[in-house]
């Protein structure tokens, strides 16, 4: 038996990268999911796909505007609706940057700060009655590593991660009294399509810089967001998990 079986759960950015493997491990392990995508082509060929491997997986797509609350509670109760109820939330969608200061749009600040900080406040905002009215349920954000050291640049997405850690440590203070456990999983630098697109040699050499060795994969950040989201988590609520081979800056 598989460790979520008969669990329901919202994956934000759930089409590519970190959020599609944690999609599949979630399937896997007998979860029904919700991938929430940037737009509706890109979450139905995420499903088209997923359904190819396994004609059996209960996944449906939506791409509601995370930056809008209206939007976001629609498509949780449209979940709520096809499923009957919501046990998971993984807010996992993200924009990074790299601007210096001095080139740095301030709209472009804003934006990143709406969609990594603002839609992971209303996804949780949304889910949270569902989950207290059916006595409990699992929230897990994608941080980052940069949420302990910041970045020497783009400031504006380690700042959005240090505010992700913030919301994670209150909401899991403020939700513990209706068994809603709230956690962060931190990657480290995570083979994704930005990663596989660089050239080897700048691949080795942040290799080198990590006690492990090498990057992490996909599927090893979504083995963290299984264990967090399953009943063996049960007393882990509030914590910030690594998942970075001990990646030091
Ligand atoms: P990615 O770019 O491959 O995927 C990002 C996902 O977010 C996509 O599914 C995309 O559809 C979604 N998304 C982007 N903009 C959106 C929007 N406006 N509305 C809705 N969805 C939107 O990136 P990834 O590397 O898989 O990143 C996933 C998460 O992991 C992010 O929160 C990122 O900050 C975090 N992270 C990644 C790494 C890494 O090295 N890849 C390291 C630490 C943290």
């Known amino acids: 038996m598989g460790m979520l079986e008969g669990k329901v759960a919202i994956v934000t950015g759930g089409t590519r990268g970190i959020g599609l493997a944690i999609v599949k491990a979630f399937l896997e392990e007998g ?19 997923l359904k190819a491997e396994n004609a059996d997986a209960k996944v449906v797509g939506l791409a509601p ?10 498509a949780v109760a449209q979940v709520k609706e096809t499923f009957g109820k919501v046990d998971i939330l993984a807010n996992n969608a ?5 601007e210096s200061i001095y080139d740095y749009d301030p709209k472009a600040f804003e934006n990143i700060i709406n969609l990594n900080v603002n839609a992971v406040f209303y996804c ?20 980052s590593m940069v949420s302990i050291y910041g970045q020497a640049s783009g400031s504006g997405y380690p700042t959005s991660k240090f505010a992700v850690n913030g919301l994670t440590k209150s909401l899991a203070r403020e939700l513990g009294k209706d068994n809603i456990r709230v956690n962060a999983v931190l990657p480290g630098v995570t083979r994704t399509d930005m990663v596989a697109a660089l050239p080897k040699e700048i691949v080795d050499r942040i290799s080198a810089t990590i006690p492990l060795g090498r990057v992490g994969e996909p599927e090893e950040v979504a083995n963290a967001f299984v264990f ?3 009943d063996k988590a049960s007393y882990i609520t509030g914590a910030t998990l690594t998942v970075d081979g001990a990646t030091q800056v």
């Open 228 to 230: 967090l989201a399953s």
């Open 124 to 143: 949780s905002k949304a889910v949270a009655p569902i989950m207290k009215a059916q006595g409990g349920g699992s929230i897990i954000n994608t941080s």
């Open 65 to 74: 505007d995370l930056t809008s609350y209206e939007e976001v509670e629609k």
């Open 31 to 49: 979860a029904s999911v919700a991938l929430f995508g940037s737009r509706k082509e890109t979450a139905d060929k995420a499903v088209a796909e």
């Open 94 to 98: 993200g924009i990074s940057a790299r």
